[in-house]
C-alpha cells in the first residue's frame, strides 16, 4: 500500500484517496516524522508532499512554514528497508493531481498555478512532473523582474511579493485603512463593485500575465490551470483580466485555455500519491 502525505504548517494529512486522517502539524521535526512513520503504518510507498521548498538532494524542505524541519533530512529518516519515498512541494503535488484526476486530465502538458498566500506553479507533461534538479523548477513566484522589492527568498522583483493573496490582502486594507478586515469580506466587496479592491485585483491580474507568458514561451503547455484562494475567492474578476493580460503579452504566440483547478484540498494527497507512480 502507498500513502499520501500533505504537510502544512498547522495540518498534517495522511492517507489515501480513499481515506485520510487529519492532525495538527507537530511541533519539533522529530515529533512530525514519528507522527508520519505512525500514521504510514506499513506503506511501502510514501508520497510526501511540503507546503513550501524541497531539496531532493538532501532529502529536506527550508518551507518557511515548517521552520523546525529546515535542513532535516526527511527523506532519510522516513526510509525503511522496501519503502520507497517521494518528495514533492504542495504545488507540485496540485499540478500532478490536476493533470491526472482534474482540470487538465486528458491534456498532453499542463502548468499548473496556484495563487494564494504566495505563487506557486508545477509543470507536468505526458503525466511526468518535471521538478529539475533539486525539485525547484517552475518557481514562477520567484522568478526576478523589474521591481526592487525585496523578497524573502533572497532576491528582488519576485512576482511572490507583489501579486500574491498576501499583496492583494494588504494594498486593500490599506486603501480601506482598516488592517483588520476579513478576506472573505474583501472578495464579497469586490464581487458588489468596489472600485479601489476591484482594481487592485485587476492589476495583480495583470502583474503576473508577463510572468505566465515567458512560461508560455518556455514549456509550451496546452493548458494553464489556476488555483488557490485568489482565484476561488474574486473569481471571474481576476480570470477575466488574466486571461485578456496574457493574450496581450503573448502576441503571436500560442495562448493556452486557462481552466480553474478542480480538487481543491484533495490535490495534496492525490498528487502525492501520484508522484510514487
Same mark, same amino acid.
Request: proline share 6%; hydrophobic share 35%; aromatic share 6%.
Given at each position: 500500500m502507498n500513502v499520501g502525505v500533505d504537510l502544512g504548517g498547522t495540518k498534517l494529512a495522511v492517507g489515501t484517496a480513499e481515506s485520510v486522517q487529519i492532525i495538527s502539524t507537530p511541533a519539533t521535526s522529530d515529533d512530525i516524522i514519528a507522527a508520519i512513520d505512525t500514521l504510514a503504518g506499513e506503506a511501502r510507498g510514501i508520497g510526501l508532499c511540503v507546503a513550501g521548498r =524541497?531539496?531532493? +538532494?538532501? !532529502?529536506?524542505?527550508?518551507?518557511?512554514?515548517?521552520? %523546525?524541519?529546515?535542513? *532535516?533530512?526527511? *527523506?532519510? %529518516?522516513? &526510509?525503511?528497508?522496501?519503502?520507497?519515498i517521494t518528495l514533492l512541494?504542495?504545488?507540485?503535488?496540485?499540478?500532478? #493531481?490536476?493533470?491526472?484526476?482534474?482540470? #487538465?486530465? !486528458? @491534456?498532453?502538458? &499542463?502548468?499548473? /498555478? @496556484? =495563487?494564494? @498566500?504566495?505563487?506557486?506553479?508545477?509543470?507536468? &507533461? +505526458?503525466?511526468?512532473?518535471?521538478?529539475?534538479?533539486?525539485?525547484?523548477?517552475?518557481?514562477? !513566484?520567484?522568478?526576478?523582474?523589474?521591481?526592487?522589492?525585496?523578497c524573502p527568498c533572497g532576491r528582488t522583483g519576485c512576482i511572490d511579493v507583489s501579486a500574491s493573496g498576501t499583496a492583494i490582502t494588504k494594498a486593500a486594507r490599506a486603501l480601506l485603512g482598516d488592517p483588520t478586515v476579513p478576506v472573505d469580506t474583501l472578495s464579497q466587496m469586490a464581487a458588489q463593485g468596489h472600485a479601489g479592491i476591484g482594481q487592485i485585483v485587476r492589476q495583480a491580474a495583470e502583474d503576473l500575465?508577463?510572468?505566465?507568458?515567458? #512560461?508560455? /514561451?518556455?514549456?509550451?503547455? +496546452? *493548458?494553464i490551470v489556476m488555483g488557490g484562494g485568489v482565484v476561488l475567492g474574486y473569481g471571474e474578476l481576476y480570470l477575466e483580466?488574466?486571461?485578456?493580460?496574457?493574450? &496581450? @503579452?503573448? !502576441? %503571436?504566440?500560442?495562448?493556452p485555455e486557462i481552466r480553474v483547478a478542480q480538487l481543491g484540498r484533495q490535490a495534496g494527497i492525490l498528487g502525492a500519491l501520484q508522484s510514487l507512480e
Open positions: =524541497v531539496d531532493l +538532494q538532501s !532529502g529536506s524542505t527550508f518551507a518557511a512554514q515548517l521552520p %523546525q524541519l529546515h535542513g *532535516v533530512p526527511l *527523506v532519510k %529518516q522516513l &526510509s525503511r528497508p522496501g519503502r520507497r512541494n504542495d504545488a507540485d503535488a496540485a499540478a500532478l #493531481a490536476e493533470h491526472q484526476f482534474g482540470a #487538465a486530465r !486528458g @491534456t498532453h502538458t &499542463s502548468l499548473y /498555478v @496556484t =495563487v494564494s @498566500t504566495g505563487i506557486g506553479a508545477g509543470l507536468v &507533461s +505526458q503525466q511526468r512532473l518535471y521538478q529539475g534538479y533539486r525539485g525547484q523548477a517552475v518557481e514562477l !513566484g520567484h522568478a526576478g523582474g523589474p521591481g526592487q522589492q525585496p500575465a508577463p510572468y505566465l507568458g515567458n #512560461a508560455c /514561451v518556455l514549456f509550451d503547455p +496546452q *493548458v483580466t488574466l486571461r485578456r493580460a496574457l493574450a &496581450s @503579452t503573448l !502576441g %503571436q504566440w500560442h495562448l
